[in-house]
């Protein structure tokens, strides 16, 4: 049997930018956080906005037991401040997806085409006869039938030969990427962050009629990958991508903050929007206030409070707050398992989280957290296409390393949002702050973000909580990882098999014993299953 054990405790750690809270409390360490190193996050938060680096945001701590920190700065930016998480929505999306992975309803090595038969036959982009003074044309360019089909995991890569086409037109592009702007404009392709009548299946039916900019499986672009992904789970589950993602994650997780469209009533708690001068993203001219005078770059964000916004992207959709988005990131430092504790700013001391619900199983968590990309396949940066020779990607999740024992799992929006789990350490973090396209917070955010991871490492007090062993030592390593590998490669993943055995291994390891509330899960499977019904024989067959 494939066994796994975890040991230790884990925390998360969720940072984003807004105004100052002090944290209460007495003695000098809380919640495994050094207190002189939080109030440091705080100094470095006021000065960041006062310097005009950043606009502001807020700045939330939270632990496996669900104990919370938060601290803010800047004007318009409080606990409840909602932000435009752009493609932080992608790791929401993913959870969402392996869920029906583990009931077997979704196969990560299956042909996106057996789900969505619009994409049977792609065609890729291979060159053109560009010249100096002509770029690729409907009349020169050259086009080749897929070497082989996209397969379900390379949605969650970004290696599916998708591209963002109708972001911007750089100037470095080379010719046949600007040849597919040109197709995807005259199209009608959209990228999902603003307003639009046109559905998610609207919007996946135009890009299955596009080539593709590169062979499926050959090289990461960063992508629609995840939308599409999201049109899956719409044809697999037969609910609308937002009703799936509601019912199954953020009810579950009590994350009532979170919306795909947000109500009228909470359009005030929207966080203001601060910009740089267009075409200035290399540089850091002063950051303002976004207010009418370039409406199309404004436009992008709009589906947050659009009144007909209809497209529910799997990439850019949703918005949140510091606190929602920490509940999610505890989930999966949990191993899939939500919980709810007590926030220090109130002057509450924790009894432990309170019993959350299950979302995933952890073998599921634990792979989607490994580096599944081939080794000859290099990760890219968002949309920059900047090559990260040293990262990892997993299943909708980039890893700070490739190789390394210690290695934190990231992903970040382009509004100047950015959260991380540390699984080694049991740390994760998220940062928000909100500026807008194209030049977002420009080379100040980027060194704001490294800034604040050092700050957050900065902070853990070894002396103050017990943290989870290397990741090599929490797993029967030869069984987990060939279990993996052969769900990786195609097999599907069976939720029953030696899951409670493994969920039993890794609560008596826990420090604190958690509480065994996972028992009868596999009498959830089985009535699962028959809710399924034929659909459910179908897809075991």
Not at 220 to 237: A, M, P
Not at 433 to 461: H, M, T
Request: net charge negative; proline share 5%.
């Amino acid at each position: 049997p494939r066994k796994m054990f975890l040991r230790g405790s884990v925390f998360v750690f969720l940072v984003g930018l807004s105004c100052v809270t002090s944290l209460t409390g007495d003695g000098d360490c809380h919640m495994g956080l050094e207190r002189n190193r939080l109030d440091a996050i705080t100094d470095w938060l006021h000065d960041k906005t006062a310097k005009g680096e950043l606009p502001g945001g807020v700045a939330m701590i939270q632990l496996l037991n669900g104990e919370q920190w938060h601290t803010s700065a800047g004007d318009g930016f409080e606990e409840h401040t909602l932000f435009r998480i752009a493609s932080m929505t992608k790791p929401v999306v993913a959870v969402a997806g392996l869920t029906l992975v583990e009931q077997g309803r979704l196969g990560l090595g299956k042909p996106l085409a057996d789900y969505l038969p619009q994409f049977k036959d792609m065609q890729v982009v291979e060159n053109c006869n560009a010249t100096k003074h002509k770029g690729c044309t409907d009349e020169n360019i050259k086009l080749i039938k897929a070497n082989q089909p996209i397969l379900i995991k390379h949605l969650f890569q970004h290696t599916a030969g998708f591209g963002y086409s109708t972001l911007l037109e750089e100037k470095n592009q080379e010719p046949r990427w600007k040849y597919l702007v040109k197709l995807s404009k005259e199209a009608g392709l959209e990228h999902g962050c603003h307003e639009t009548h046109i559905t998610l299946e609207d919007n996946i039916n135009i890009l299955a009629k596009l080539p593709l900019l590169d062979q499926p499986g050959n090289k990461q672009h960063y992508s629609l990958g995840l939308d599409v992904l999201g049109r899956v789970i719409e044809v697999i589950t037969g609910k609308a991508l937002d009703t799936f993602i509601q019912e199954t994650i953020l009810d579950p997780l009590e994350m009532s903050d979170t919306y795909f469209n947000v109500p009228p009533h909470r359009h005030g708690d929207l966080a203001p929007v601060f910009f740089r001068e267009v075409g200035t993203f290399d540089s850091d001219k002063p950051l303002k206030l976004s207010s009418g005078e370039y409406p199309e770059i404004e436009k992008f964000g709009s589906a947050a409070h659009g009144s007909n916004h209809n497209l529910h992207s799997g990439g850019c959709g949703l918005v949140s707050t510091a606190t929602d988005y920490g509940h999610f990131l505890n989930m999966i430092a949990r191993r899939g398992k939500g919980g709810r504790g007590h926030n220090y700013n109130r002057g509450l001391q924790s009894e432990g989280a309170t019993p959350g619900s299950k979302i995933l199983g952890p073998i599921a968590v634990d792979m989607m957290m490994r580096d599944s990309l081939p080794r000859e396949i290099t990760p890219l940066a968002s949309t920059s296409g900047t090559s990260l020779e040293r990262e990892g990607f997993g299943l909708g999740w980039h890893l700070s390393r490739r190789d390394a024992p210690h290695r934190y799992a990231y992903h970040g929006g382009a509004y100047g949002t950015f959260g991380m789990v540390d699984y080694k350490l049991g740390v994760s973090a998220v940062f928000m702050s909100q500026c807008l396209l194209p030049g977002g917070c420009g080379p100040s955010g980027s060194r704001a973000w490294k800034e604040f991871i050092n700050l957050v490492y900065a902070a853990v007090d070894e002396g103050c909580t017990h943290f989870g062993d290397d990741p090599a030592t929490m797993w029967d390593v030869d069984g987990a990882t060939q279990f993996i590998n052969s769900v990786l490669e195609g097999e599907n993943y069976d939720p029953a098999v030696d899951l409670e055995e493994a969920d039993a291994d890794w609560m008596d390891n826990q420090e604190p014993p958690m509480e065994a509330d996972w028992e009868g899960q596999d009498e959830g499977w089985e009535d699962a299953a028959e809710e399924w019904g034929a659909e459910g024989e179908e897809f075991a067959e």
